[in-house]
T-cell receptor, first 114, second 115 residues
Framework: DVKVTQSSRYLVKRTGEKVFLECVQDMDHENMFWYRQDPGLGLRLIYFSYDVKMKEKGDIPEGYSVSREKKERFSLILESASTNQTSMYLC?????????????FGSGTRLTVV | AQKVTQAQTEISVVEKEDVTLDCVYETRDTTYYLFWYKQPPSGELVFLIRRNSFDEQNEISGRYSWNFQKSTSSFNFTITASQVVDSAVYFCALSVTNAGNMLTFGGGTRLMVKP
């Protein structure tokens, strides 16, 4: 069964901490995405990557950075966590050129910043 | 830029009722894809359907049906004879060919089906 795995289901961090959210996919997909989900706002794209070491800003990149050192792993980094980054974070992947096909999502990480 | 609007934030129905979830989209691209996803309490997004912009044929899958109308930029989702297991948040999404494969989501509709 193909998978996108997010390392933590729930996470509680303190304001100012550096936070790493990890995402691993086993489908050899080129594209990987990080979304943030908030009630009423749906999912908003933070960053995406279409290849190793490549990254593009999404709609709401402020306060976040990403790292893609290996094809299967895409990390979201909160350099200095703030309470307004309390949210559900979802990772997804799909194959390069497969517009409209095969998006696979992880189960999400619910992050609380206190 | 793309935009997806789901005007209904929350809907509550009684089991066996039919319910329609609305989705309106905006894009200047002529080639695009529309999606519906279900998010149960477990959190994972479950793919329901994908339509491309050149195929306006409506689709039925069991109790689910979708009505795609380019003239009104709408892609509505109907559940017939709803069941408690249909309770979830439903997202409509849009993808265009020249926007890097990302999905643009609507705000979601929370559907509660009461026994």
């Amino acid at each position: 069964d193909v998978k996108v795995t997010q390392s933590s289901r729930y996470l509680v961090k303190r304001t100012g901490e550096k936070v790493f959210l990890e995402c691993v996919q086993d489908m050899d997909h080129e594209n990987m995405f990080w979304y943030r989900q908030d009630p009423g706002l749906g999912l908003r794209l933070i960053y995406f990557s279409y290849d190793v070491k490549m990254k593009e800003k999404g709609d709401i990149p402020e306060g976040y950075s990403v790292s893609r050192e290996k094809k299967e792993r895409f990390s979201l980094i909160l350099e200095s966590a703030s309470t307004n980054q309390t949210s559900m974070y979802l990772c997804a992947s799909n194959r390069q050129g497969a517009v409209g096909y095969g998006y696979t999502f992880g189960s999400g990480t619910r992050l609380t910043v206190v | 830029a793309q935009k997806v609007t789901q005007a209904q934030t929350e809907i509550s129905v009684v089991e066996k009722e039919d319910v329609t979830l609305d989705c309106v989209y905006e894009t200047r691209d002529t080639t695009y894809y529309l999606f519906w996803y279900k998010q149960p309490p477990s959190g994972e997004l479950v793919f329901l359907i994908r339509r491309n912009s050149f195929d306006e044929q409506n689709e039925i899958s069991g109790r689910y049906s979708w009505n795609f109308q380019k003239s009104t930029s709408s892609f509505n989702f109907t559940i017939t004879a709803s069941q408690v297991v249909d309770s979830a948040v439903y997202f409509c999404a849009l993808s265009v060919t020249n926007a890097g494969n990302m999905l643009t989501f609507g705000g979601g509709t929370r559907l509660m089906v009461k026994p």
